[in-house]
């Protein structure tokens, strides 16, 4: 529930000065003329038309407006909302035995919340009428159980706040249109009344039966829009995950797989799309064609009612202005009934996610105050409340300032137990109780996109001096020689420029620098080399570290480390199957069973070695470190971020070009013919009425009228039902452009990200991407079409109007030709502001998205540092950039109203002072006529300037999305020059000087590599942190391309060929194991080759099959996004079985065992050893003990081969490999005897 959140409803408080300070909205205390007409706004149109508008030239936020002072507003409503609605289930309940659950309402909460202000704007729309006749969903995501986050993914969640809550922003501009609409209708047909009488019934009963019909239209349509949206979610959750993983794609050639999959569920949402536009259709008929139905049939049965009623002029044309209003509330209503359909939706779906279950503060005793750290009684925990228990009957005490071990094999409930003191999982039974603050450094490193120093500080003020020995002590001081700016350097998102034993070293650092009491650490250790790790152990975790006398509880694969634990915890099975020190686990060895299956023999005698080694090594550095200063990141990956790039200047006619041509150019002419030939309809009809009143004026016999009036009202109505058809023909062509539009710029658009090089998606941030695929496709989905359609009727109306006035009065044509000088002077000296805010509205956009995504990854740490509060905070800041770009937006819209209004009113005033002026040398009919369409033509050129400036402005979408076409894409997937089908069929490897960078203005990443493997060798490649292991299997790949050389396969030079005739040839178990949701078939045979059994097989051989076979759906289990329902060992396990489905002559290892225990560890190498045994191996490794068995070591350094050459001679040579392996503890003989294995 929202009001178990502590302090939700904090104080929020934004500095003001500076900048911030002199570009404050002088709104407020401009005068009442300057605020009626906008002109305190006039300084901003002025600036842009000069030169391009920046960021820092817009006006602030009010600070009433601001998301400081607005959502702690909301959330007071909404928290009184869900007490109230407790109560009122409380008492159904006392009535009722199975009351129905009733969700809390969102609605009443944001009316409650902006009530005054839609009050205030409700009195100015009634006179104006009569005249003229928005971010808890990041709160809220902060708080979300680990249940309710497997319901809503990241994707959806994302859906939510960039579709959904725009949607209620949308309706705010049209939300008068509810009341204000029906208002004009009835204000229209009583004045109708005074002139027809009761004729007018007539047309009052046509709306009665066609607005009910188009009602159940709408109700089609919102469950239309609702399945859409679902599918939107979807298209999202799998977009994302692509973008996240787009690195594994692309080594595994999957672009075209996944792409088919994307394509698949847009097709979906396209068809559902292209349902509701013709529903859409069938009421814009309907409507458009209310005013002629309503005005044929009022005049027949006016008619009808008395034989002397003739049609005059006055009659007539005053008839004709009142249709003329009735039509503009008439058309409006289809928009607005759809927008209200749609924030239906949007609401009910906002309400499910505010409404889903929150983790319980109450899980976890936080205030204790006994003896111990942590004490856990009978406790059992699961992921879900109604799923099995994950970890069982847990009974165990942690003292203060222990430093505890917790082991076992991979799926044994190690990170669970960590998740479990957090608060993470659901407690079914038992007790809790931890005392004092918590420090999480969790498996997979989570990185900010903000400078090395603030991922290390985390919010917290900087003491220079303990930040330098926090550095010191996680062996950062080498790499911040090496970053650009030091400490200062931009990390990227998920840390992508700095590798990944760096990013677990920053993510140690941070939890050290917190100064917490007590420190969970998940298995840091796993992902840095030996000599790293030792130092790490050392100065940071162990006795005489930094975390010395703090609580530390470690879970480590590292079984080297064990006999320095206070205690040592040993999970089996999700139980804890042995607690006590080293000493006291070896004496009951004999009699444990489970202790054998956790540590080998191997690996307790080799253990006592190593410690000892460590302890008498008092070296202070390496001596290879002390003869050559090596850099520790690789140079190739010394960027930064980048900054989404804001064009300038108007919207090139090819981006618009472009639309039309994915509009298709039949369907462009034949909208041109439809649109045309409705307006001239409409023309006729109106030069028919005139033509009638004309004759009935002149007519003298009563007998001859009675004649001629039923064959005029025929042809009246013939031509109402030509228009018609001419209005639904181009609503259907329309549609049909709009849709072969939005189908081509969406396949576009992915072809060309999914054909970008790894490099961009590692300096350009995935909001920035999603931004497009999200605001921008839905501009073109459901606007830009729209905008035309009406730009294009308004563009003929106003034509026909003026070609009608003219006709009527020619010296109309003196004032007609400076007015529209004028319209088309407001309209560029305003676009050229519009259109620049648009684009800053839309770069503000993608830091939204981009920080809401990096949150919701990193939730589990925010929340165990207790940093839910200022994460809130950083989100207000960045939603508040956006709305500063959308408040000026808003305003410059209203700016252009107020003086389109007032030259439209001058274009009547002339046109009536001519009319008056003729006096009676022009007929009655004729000034009538030029009247009613002086009175049309307001509207018809205010809409217009705004369609005209709308199409500009949201142009700027196909502009975004086009953006990347032009980028520099990778090689193409295939080329003339194809491999024979049995390539590689040696495995013979060759690299001659090769060299690559990451980019063109950056140093060599890898100099001068030369080397060659036999067929069927197995390689080992080892370096520090940073030496280009990583880079070198990426050049394999040609995920980095060459700078010079080049890299032979079995007689083929790799750059002649495609990609994916290249990467479906080889074959690599990455770093980082990447699981998409979905189940473990698809994740594992996502392009359904493999039978069944085939699956079964290779889950057997990577020691997966038992788990698999334990749960409810097998195969078909469900993965969840990330693949957090699985552990980390285990998403290695099962990249290891792709790796053996997809077996190829070649493959790469690319430190696949990081995160699995020794054990199943060497149960793996011997698979890999049986099953690849006439492969070409290629193993880059941290854990020495999975190399040493190889038939030659590869040893990089800074980018170079320093030694290749086979493990015992390199021992022997005792050069950089010898310092490693005796810093792992590894001697010559211990080498040799796991040879001989």
């Not at 209620?168 to 109708?192: E, G, K, R, V």
């Amino acid at each position: 529930m929202l009001c178990s959140q502590p302090n939700w409803g904090g104080s929020y408080q934004r500095v003001r000065g500076g900048l911030d300070a002199q570009k404050c909205s002088p709104e407020k205390s401009a005068s009442f003329f300057s605020k009626v007409t906008y002109s305190w706004f006039s300084r901003v149109i002025t600036l842009g038309y000069k030169r391009p508008l920046e960021r820092e030239d817009l006006f602030e936020l009010n600070e009433s407006d601001s998301s400081y002072t607005v959502c702690p507003i909301f959330e007071k409503q909404w928290r009184k909302e869900v007490l109230r609605n407790q109560e009122r289930q409380k008492v159904k309940a006392s009535f009722y035995k199975e009351a129905h659950t009733k969700k809390p309402s969102l609605l009443y909460a944001l009316w409650n919340t902006f009530k005054s202000v839609l009050i205030q704007v409700a009195v100015f729309k009634v006179v104006a009428d009569i005249l003229s006749f928005t971010s808890p969903l990041i709160m809220k995501a902060l708080l979300l159980s680990n249940v309710s986050r497997q319901k809503f993914s990241t994707g959806e969640i994302i859906n939510l706040m960039s579709a959904d809550a725009q949607q209620l922003m949308d309706l705010t501009a049209n939300l008068n249109l509810l009341w204000s609409a029906p208002f004009q209708i009835l204000m229209a047909i009583y004045l109708l009344w005074q002139e027809l009488g009761p004729a007018v019934l007539a047309g009052v009963a046509v709306l009665v039966f066609v607005i009910p019909i188009n009602a159940l239209a709408a109700t089609k349509i919102k469950k239309l829009k609702k399945s859409q949206r679902k599918n939107k979610d979807k298209q999202i959750k799998l977009l994302k995950e692509i973008l996240h993983g787009i690195k594994i794609l692309k080594l595994y050639a999957w672009e075209p797989s996944y792409k088919n999959k994307i394509i698949k569920i847009r097709d979906q949402e396209l068809e559902f799309q292209e349902s509701a536009r013709y529903l859409t259709v069938f009421s814009m008929l309907t409507l458009t064609c209310i005013p002629f139905l309503v005005s044929l049939a009022t005049f027949c049965v006016y008619f009808l009612l008395d034989e002397g009623n003739i049609l005059t002029a006055t009659k007539v044309f005053t008839s004709m202005s009142l249709f003329n209003i009735l039509r503009i509330p008439l058309f409006e209503l289809p928009t607005v009934i759809s927008t209200v359909v749609q924030t239906k939706i949007s609401l009910g779906r906002l309400e499910d996610f505010l409404h889903t279950e929150e983790l319980l503060p109450q899980n976890i005793e936080t205030n204790y105050i006994g003896d111990h750290a942590i004490e856990f009684t009978d406790a059992s925990f699961s992921w879900d409340k109604t799923g099995m228990p994950v970890l069982k009957d847990l009974n165990i005490k942690i003292p203060e300032g222990a430093l505890v071990a917790v082991v076992g094999q991979v799926g044994s409930g190690k990170s669970s137990m960590l998740s479990a003191i957090l608060g993470e999982m659901e407690k079914l039974t038992g007790v809790v109780q931890r005392k004092g603050s918590v420090a999480y450094v969790s498996q997979q490193a989570w990185i900010q996109n903000c400078i090395l120093q603030e991922n290390i500080l985390f919010g917290s003020f900087m003491k220079k001096e303990f930040y330098e020995q926090v550095l010191e002590a996680c062996a950062l001081l080498p790499d911040l020689e090496q970053l650009p700016k030091g400490d200062q350097t931009e990390i990227g998102e998920r840390g992508v420029n700095i590798s990944g034993g760096q990013q677990h070293r920053v993510s140690l650092a941070r939890a050290v620098y917190s100064g917490a009491d007590i420190y969970l650490l998940d298995d840091p250790l796993s992902a840095v080399d030996v000599h790293v790790g030792k130092q790490l152990f050392e100065k940071v975790i162990g006795s005489l570290g930094l975390l010395k006398n703090k609580t530390r509880i470690l879970v480590t694969h590292n079984l080297t480390l064990l006999p320095q634990m206070d205690l040592i915890v040993v999970m089996e099975s999700g139980r804890i199957a042995q607690v006590g020190t080293y000493q006291e686990l070896l004496s009951k060895t004999r009699n444990l069973t489970n202790l054998h299956q956790v540590i080998s023999e191997e690996e307790k005698a080799h253990a006592l070695k190593r410690v000892s080694a460590v302890n008498s090594r008092t070296r202070p550095k390496d001596k290879i470190l002390e003869q050559k200063p090596r850099p520790s990141l690789d140079q190739g990956k010394q960027f930064s971020m980048k900054k989404e790039k804001i064009p300038v200047g108007g919207v090139k006619f090819s981006i618009i070009l472009q639309y039309l041509q994915a509009f298709g150019w039949l369907w462009v002419w034949l909208t041109m013919v439809t649109y045309l030939g409705q307006n001239l309809v409409g023309i006729g009809q109106n030069l028919w009425l005139s033509a009638w009143a004309k004759e009935a004026k002149n007519m003298t016999d009563f007998t001859e009228w009675k004649q001629i009036r039923s064959n005029k009202l025929n042809i009246y109505g013939l031509l109402g039902l030509i228009k018609g058809l001419f209005v639904c023909s181009g609503a259907y062509v329309i549609t049909r452009g709009s849709l072969a539009a939005s189908r081509t710029m969406y396949v576009q658009l992915l072809n060309n990200v999914l054909h970008l090089p790894i490099q961009f998606f590692e300096t350009n941030s995935t909001g920035q991407i999603i931004s497009r695929f999200t605001k921008d496709i839905f501009i073109i989905d459901m606007r830009l079409h729209y905008y035309l359609r009406l730009w294009v009727n308004c563009t003929l109306d106003v034509i026909g109007t003026i070609l009608v006035i003219v006709g009527a009065l020619p010296l109309f044509i003196l004032g007609i030709i400076p007015l529209v000088f004028f319209y088309f002077s407001i309209q560029r000296y305003y676009v050229a502001s519009s259109r620049q805010i648009r684009r800053l509205t839309g770069a503000s956009r993608s830091p939204v998205i981009s920080h809401f995504s990096e949150t919701l990854s990193g939730v589990s740490t925010i929340r165990a540092f207790g940093h839910q509060q200022r994460f809130i905070q950083q989100y207000k800041e960045v939603v508040n950039e956006n709305l500063v770009c959308f408040y000026n937006n808003v305003i410059s819209n209203r700016w252009l109203s107020v003086r389109l209004e007032f030259l439209g009113n001058l274009m009547v005033l002339f046109a009536a002072l001519l009319a008056v002026l003729a006096g009676n040398s022009i007929d009655s009919a004729t000034v009538g006529l030029s009247i009613s369409y002086a009175l049309n033509i307001t509207h018809s050129l205010n809409f217009w300037v705004k369609k005209a400036c709308e199409i500009e402005t949201n142009a700027v979408a196909v502009e975004r999305v086009c953006e990347y076409e032009n980028m520099d894409k990778e090689a193409p997937w295939i080329m003339s020059r194809r491999p024979p089908l049995q390539w590689p069929n040696k495995g013979v490897v060759e690299f001659i000087n090769y060299q690559a960078r990451y980019r063109d203005d950056l140093g060599l990443a890898l100099q001068d590599i030369t080397f060659k493997t036999h067929g069927e060798e197995k390689i080992g490649i080892v370096g520090r942190t940073g030496a280009g292991k990583s880079t070198l299997s990426n050049c394999l790949f040609r995920i980095v391309e060459r700078a010079g050389g080049k890299i032979i396969i079995d007689g083929i030079d790799i750059s002649t060929i495609g990609l994916h005739d290249l990467r479906g040839k080889l074959n690599i178990i990455p770093q980082h194991p990447v699981l998409f949701s979905g189940t473990l078939k698809m994740n594992l045979d996502p392009l359904n080759k493999y039978s069944d059994s085939k699956l079964w097989e290779v889950l057997e051989l990577c020691h997966l099959k038992e788990f698999v076979q334990s749960l409810p759906e097998k195969l078909l289990h469900e993965i969840s996004e990330g693949g957090e329902n699985l552990s980390m060992g285990q998403r290695q396990l099962v990249c290891l079985a792709r790796a053996l489905l997809r077996k190829t002559k070649i493959l790469i290892l690319d430190e696949a065992t990081a995160s699995i225990d020794f054990e199943t560890d060497k149960l793996v190498q011997t698979t890999i050893r049986k099953e690849f045994s006439d492969c070409t191996i290629l193993t880059i490794a941290h854990r020495l003990q999975s190399i040493i068995d190889s038939d030659r070591v590869l040893v990089l350094d800074s980018g170079s081969i320093v030694e290749f050459e086979a493990p015992q001679n390199l021992i022997r040579q005792k050069g950089l490999f010898y310092e490693m392996t005796t810093d792992a503890g590894i001697t010559q003989e211990s080498g040799t005897e796991k040879k001989l294995l």
